[in-house]
């Protein structure tokens, strides 16, 4: 595979080493103790996540020889070990596949150049509020050599580039409603037009990074180092952490003084895991008929709109952000309560497996792969674990959260029974399914510690890689379909 070309040299083929990289560190903790006049940048944050202690996340690659040469490859790939990362270091299978999909969607040669790449993912971070992701993008779309010109808004974009704002913000809150008419709109635009190809390209970037705001959000991520408002140069203290950690398992605050923990709900867990033996126990004796089955779907689409996202106001975006979007009032709406639904797409007419993974493939070679990969590392991954059980089969939980989203969606899988997903997933849990897939810029650290209080914060994240992959798909699906029907 070849790099597209860029302006920047990257240092891909540098041979640094997380031991290299603590010895960096080391030298400049000297120079910031020495009155020399350099300036040496901190994080503001404690840790690489709001929600996960930062000890939690630092031991990871101290224990873990696999996740510890993943972070080193990427950091000598980017030049840098985003926080992102670090949290998805607790599933190090995964975090290999996401990091090796992302490579090549933005750095491999393909249908759009790479300022174009990273001015699409600013459009879609910027759709859901997440600065995080902007200011990522904005340091890369200028290091690429993007003009600086098209950060002052979407209106100083490229016609070509503006045309996609209808696009971007209906795949962000409402799928569904993507027809064929809105893809011939973008193909037959004269000068403006983009090639199948590229917007199968484009369709891809925007669902990748509307699905990442919702782990940005989900999991707390806090600003890296060299972003805005991710550095500080007030003199060191306790509070600060170091990417040098990762190799030197320095733990900070939680570290020196031990974490306190939230005080968890007896028995939980193991109520959980009693409903999932049941409910195996009525599948080996009895089987509802297609009818009902379209019911109990049916119904829990339409409970599912009734869940309250958050109580707080809409958020406003502020102007450094909604400048790269139109329409900032457009969002996710409780249809129901309009009299409207969500229309339902069923599997059987049109899936990942047996229409949109070819498309994919077809427009945009190998691609399809790497993405089917990811989704199914995300979706069959299992530790076997549930809190401090073992053994435990996960499977009926993981296909519950999956078809639980994508009924939100309105997307239905015919041989699968939506009586479950009540059974399995508690009030809580489907507010912040549903305020992190639909809302995710509500999300709170108290909204992240109501669910599953027993459970491990690598479990919690484990959910979230759920969460973005099925939203992802599921925003792929609609855009697929009517890619497919303006093709015939």
Not at 89 to 106: D, I, M, V
Not at 307 to 325: A, I, K, L, Q, W
Request: glycine share 6%.
């Amino acid at each position: 595979m070849r790099h597209a070309s860029a302006s920047n040299e990257t240092i891909e083929n540098s041979s640094l080493t997380m031991t290299d990289l603590f010895k960096i560190c080391t030298q400049c903790e000297r120079l910031s103790k020495k009155d020399v006049g350099v300036r040496i940048p901190r994080p503001m944050g404690n840790g690489p996540s709001r929600f996960i202690p930062e000890k939690e996340i630092l031991q990871v690659s101290k224990l873990d020889e696999r996740t510890q040469s993943i972070f080193e490859d990427a950091f000598a790939v980017l030049g840098r070990l985003d926080n992102i990362s670090l949290v998805m270091g607790f599933h190090p299978q995964y975090l290999e596949s996401f990091l090796k999909t992302q490579h090549y969607l933005l750095q491999i040669d393909g249908p759009l150049s790479l300022h174009c790449r990273h001015y699409i993912g600013i459009m879609a971070a910027a759709r859901h509020q997440c600065t995080y992701l902007v200011n990522l993008h904005v340091n890369d779309f200028l290091q690429v050599g993007g003009d600086p010109k098209w950060l002052n808004g979407l209106e100083e974009a490229p016609q070509k580039l503006q045309a996609l704002g209808e696009l971007n913000k209906i795949l962000a809150h409402r799928p569904w409603l993507l027809t064929k008419e809105h893809i011939e709109r973008l193909l037959k635009a004269e000068e403006h037009s983009w090639s199948l190809a590229e917007l199968i390209h484009v369709v891809v970037l925007l669902t990748h990074y509307h699905s990442l705001a919702s782990f940005t959000f989900g999991c707390g991520i806090t600003p890296d180092i060299q972003t805005d408002g991710g550095h500080t140069f007030r003199p060191p203290s306790l509070s600060g952490y170091c990417v040098c950690d990762i190799a030197n398992g320095n733990g900070g605050l939680e570290e020196m003084f031990g974490n306190q923990q939230v005080s968890e709900s007896s028995g939980e867990v193991e109520v959980l895991m009693e409903r999932m033996k049941q409910l195996q126990e009525c599948r080996d004796e009895e089987e509802a008929s297609q009818e009902e089955m379209a019911t109990r779907f049916e119904r829990e689409k339409t409970e599912s709109m009734l869940v309250v996202t958050s109580e707080d106001e809409e958020c406003v975006p502020s102007r450094d952000v909604s400048r790269h979007f139109e329409d900032p009032s457009y969002g996710y709406k409780d249809f129901s309560r309009r009299g409207e639904h969500v229309p339902t797409l069923r599997v059987q007419d049109y899936s990942w497996e047996d229409h949109g993974f070819s498309l994919v493939n077809r427009l945009y070679p190998d691609f399809g792969q790497l993405l089917d990969e990811k989704f199914q590392i995300a979706y069959n991954l299992t530790y076997n674990t549930m809190a401090t059980h073992q053994g435990v089969d996960t499977s009926m939980l993981r296909r519950a959260i999956w078809n639980y989203i994508h009924c939100m969606f309105g997307i239905r899988y015919d041989d699968y029974d939506y009586g479950e997903i009540n059974q399995l997933l508690d009030r809580s849990f489907k507010v912040y399914i549903k305020t992190m897939v639909c809302s995710p810029e509500k999300i709170t650290k108290r909204m992240y510690e109501s669910f599953w209080r027993q459970f491990r914060h690598s479990e919690k994240v484990h959910v979230n890689l759920l969460l973005m992959e099925a939203r992802m798909q599921a925003e792929l699906l609609y855009a697929l379909r009517a890619i497919t029907r303006y093709m015939t």
